[in-house]
C-alpha cells in the first residue's frame, strides 16, 4: 500500500513548535502553519476575534510589513502563499515555493514573523470594514444569520457562540473589536508551542529545522498548547420541529424549501461516524433524488466540532413535496437490514479507496495538515485502513441509535 504519511518525520524545536516534514524528490517546497485556535476561542461580545486577527496578521510582519510585495514574492517564484483562513478550532497559513534554498528561506522567514512576534499596529480600520463587507455579502439581511443559526440555536441552547454567530463574527461583535483584543488573542495563541508545521521536499528533517529555526518560526516566546476540549454530553433541543416562511422574512417568492434534520451528537469515532454518514447519504439521497425525483441533491454530513459532532441530513426540495420528506427519511433510517446491507458496501468501497491512495505531494501534504489541524498528529494510510478495516455494523447501529426523534431538530424553510 502506498503510504507517503509514514514518511513525516517529527521534530520538536527548543522554542516548542512542532514540525512534521517528509521528504521527496520533486523540487519544491510545501508549508501548512497551523495555529491551534480559532473562533471557539472567541471571548462573548468579541465574536470574530481569531478572523480579524488572521486579516491583520499580513500587515504585521516586523521585517516584511508590505504585504503587496510579500505577496508578490511568492507569485514571482511561480508559487503561492496563502495568507490566511480562519476555522472554529485552528487558524492556517500555507506556502508552495521551489526548492531553491535563499527562496524558502526567505518564505519561512516571511510568514515566521508575521506569526511570531508581532505587533498589531497597522490596517485594522481598513480590514474591519471589509469584514463587514464580507458579512454583508455572506447575510444581506441580518435575519439570514439568524435563519443560518437555527439548528444550532435549538440543538445547542441561546447561549453557545455557534447559535448565533459563525466565524466572521456579527456586525456588532466586529465593531467592538480593538486592536488591544487583537494584540490580546496574538500573545496568548501565537506562540511556538501553540503551532505545528507540515512540510515537504526535497531537504532532510535536519535542513529543515535549520531553517526553521533560523527564521522568524525559530523565536523564543513563552505560551501553552492549546489541547482538544473535552467532550460535552449534548443538551436536550429546546423543541424537535421549527418552520420559517422565507417570504415573510424576506419579502422574496420562491417555490423551493429546505428540508434541515440535525442532531448534536457526542464525539464519536471518526472512522464510525463518517461511514454512518455515508450509509445513510447513499440510501437516503438514491429515494429521495433518484428513485422519487424530490430533490435534485440530497445530503448526509457531520461537522467535527472536536467537542461533539453535528450530524446533518437535509437539501433543497420543492415546496409542495417538502413535507413528504421526513416520514420517508425515518422509514429509510428504520430499515435496518438494508442499511447493514449498504454499509457492508460502502466500507468495501473505502478500504479499496485506502488501498489505491496515489494523491500527488501537495495533495497527501495538505491532508497531513489536516489531521494536525483535527487531530494534532498524522493518521499513516495504513493506521486509516486499519481503523476503518476495524468498524463493524454493530458499532455504527450504536451511533445510529443515538439519531433519535427526541434528540432531532427538523427545521423546514417554506416559501
Not at 92 to 104: E, G, K, R
Amino acid at each position: 500500500m502506498y503510504d507517503p504519511f509514514k514518511t513525516f518525520e517529527k521534530r520538536v524545536l527548543p522554542n516548542g513548535l512542532t514540525l512534521y516534514h517528509s521528504r521527496h524528490e520533486r523540487p519544491f517546497f510545501h508549508a501548512y502553519v497551523t495555529i491551534h485556535a480559532g473562533g471557539r476561542e472567541d471571548v462573548p461580545g468579541k465574536e470574530g476575534t481569531a478572523h480579524f486577527l488572521e486579516h491583520v496578521v499580513s500587515y504585521a510582519s516586523r521585517d516584511y510589513p508590505d504585504y503587496l510585495e510579500n505577496r508578490k514574492f511568492f507569485t514571482s517564484t511561480g508559487g503561492w502563499a496563502n495568507f490566511g483562513t480562519t476555522g472554529h478550532f485552528s487558524t492556517q497559513y500555507s506556502f508552495f515555493l521551489p526548492h531553491d534554498l535563499d527562496i524558502v528561506k526567505k518564505g519561512a522567514d516571511i510568514f515566521g514573523t508575521m506569526l511570531l512576534g508581532a505587533r498589531i499596529e497597522h490596517r485594522v480600520e481598513e480590514e474591519r470594514g471589509i469584514i463587514l463587507q464580507e458579512y454583508s455579502r455572506q447575510f444581506p439581511d441580518e435575519k439570514m444569520l439568524v435563519l443560518n443559526r437555527t439548528s444550532y440555536r435549538i440543538g445547542l441552547g441561546e447561549n453557545h457562540r455557534l447559535s448565533h454567530s459563525t466565524v466572521i463574527g456579527k456586525p456588532e461583535s466586529i465593531k467592538a473589536i480593538t486592536a488591544s483584543d487583537l494584540q490580546a488573542f496574538y500573545d496568548r495563541y501565537y506562540v511556538p508551542a501553540n503551532m505545528s508545521v507540515v512540510t515537504s521536499g526535497s531537504m532532510t528533517v535536519e535542513e529543515v529545522v535549520e531553517i526553521i529555526t533560523a527564521s522568524g518560526f525559530g523565536a523564543s516566546i513563552a505560551g501553552v498548547r492549546n489541547g482538544i476540549p473535552e467532550p460535552i454530553i449534548p443538551p436536550k433541543p429546546s423543541k424537535n420541529y421549527a418552520e420559517e416562511s422565507v417570504s415573510k422574512l424576506f419579502s422574496i417568492k420562491t417555490q423551493q424549501a429546505t428540508y434541515d434534520k440535525t442532531w448534536v451528537l457526542p464525539v464519536c469515532d471518526p472512522d464510525t461516524v463518517s461511514f454512518l454518514a455515508k450509509t445513510l447519504s447513499q440510501v437516503i439521497s438514491d429515494e429521495i433524488r433518484e428513485k422519487r425525483s424530490l430533490a435534485y441533491s440530497f445530503s448526509v454530513s457531520f461537522t467535527n466540532y472536536q467537542e461533539f459532532n453535528f450530524f446533518y441530513i437535509g437539501g433543497d426540495v420543492s415546496a409542495d413535496k417538502a413535507r413528504e420528506i421526513d416520514p420517508i427519511v425515518r422509514e429509510l433510517m428504520a430499515d435496518i437490514e438494508n442499511l447493514k446491507k449498504v454499509f457492508e458496501e460502502v466500507k468495501d468501497r473505502r478500504l479499496k479507496s485506502l488501498a489505491l491512495y496515489d494523491e500527488a505531494v501537495e495533495k497527501y501534504t495538505e491532508d497531513a495538515a489536516e489531521d494536525v489541524e483535527v487531530r494534532q498528529r498524522i493518521l499513516t494510510n495504513q493506521e486509516v485502513y486499519e481503523n476503518a478495516e476495524k468498524v463493524t455494523w454493530e458499532d455504527v447501529e450504536k451511533i445510529l441509535a443515538l439519531l433519535t426523534p427526541e434528540q432531532a431538530v427538523l427545521f423546514l424553510q417554506m416559501p
